[in-house]
Antibody
């Protein structure tokens, strides 16, 4: 069974850098993309970005200038750094695995395993 | 503004059937990308409910079903139960500049 365990600082001041880490237990680390998703209180889900085992990344264009996702494959962990945070970055941050299913022979991707979430609050 | 559009809320009485819609466009559903649905109970992480348009993970009751056609998708819940009260999100891939992986804005299901 795959489990994602995440941790990081929960209270930041404006202009600081948000740092979260997600450890993956079980399953194959090298066969998937590993993702960060956030959810402001009372609002919907926002895809932040992802990384695969070789370090290839994709980021949400709206956050790209401030986001860095990295990994430590030896520890099967991946991390999120979001710089210059403001109150608008206050949210629950989730790590997740991007799994896939074949639909008419084509891979279609979805999030099959999630971490429990980390509430990050940005306040002066 | 979400790339995928969902109604903010739906409601139904126990035992009834409800449908949650998810409207996309030519850059996601219309381009052949699948819809996936997630259920988020209060205070918990989202959980995949339907993947690949119509597939249910093991453990998800067959009261939940999904469909997709052209630029829209739907999640149907039959035999509504109190425990179904949650937020529901659709998700897909989008080939426009909005971001690769997109979610709907979410629909709050209230069981009356």
């Amino acid at each position: 069974q795959v489990q994602l365990q995440q941790w990081g600082a929960g209270l930041l001041k404006p202009s600081e850098t948000l740092s979260l880490t997600c450890a993956v237990y079980g399953g194959s680390f090298s066969s998937y993309y590993w993702t960060w998703i956030r959810q402001p209180s009372g609002k919907g889900l926002e895809w932040i970005g992802e990384i695969n085992h070789s370090g290839s990344t994709n980021y949400n264009p709206s956050l790209k200038s401030r986001v860095t996702i990295s990994l430590d494959a030896s520890k099967t962990q991946f991390s999120l750094n979001l710089s210059s945070v403001t109150a608008a970055d206050t949210a629950v941050y989730y790590c997740a695995r991007r799994g896939f299913v074949l639909v008419r022979g084509v891979r279609q991707y979805y999030y099959d395993y999630w971490g429990l979430g980390t509430l990050v609050t940005v306040s002066s | 503004q979400s790339v995928l559009t969902q109604p903010p809320s739906v409601s139904g009485a126990p035992g009834q059937r409800v449908i949650i819609s998810c409207t996309g466009s030519s850059s996601n559903f219309g381009a052949g990308y699948s819809v996936h649905w997630y259920q988020q109970l209060p205070g918990t992480a989202p959980k995949v409910l339907i993947y690949g348009n119509t597939n249910r993970p093991s453990g998800v009751p067959d009261r939940f079903s999904g469909s997709k056609s052209d630029t829209s998708a739907s999640l149907a819940i039959t035999g509504l139960q109190a425990e179904d009260e949650a937020d529901y999100y659709c998700q897909s891939y989008d080939s426009s500049l909005s971001g690769l992986w997109v979610f709907g804005g979410g629909t709050k299901l209230t069981v009356l």
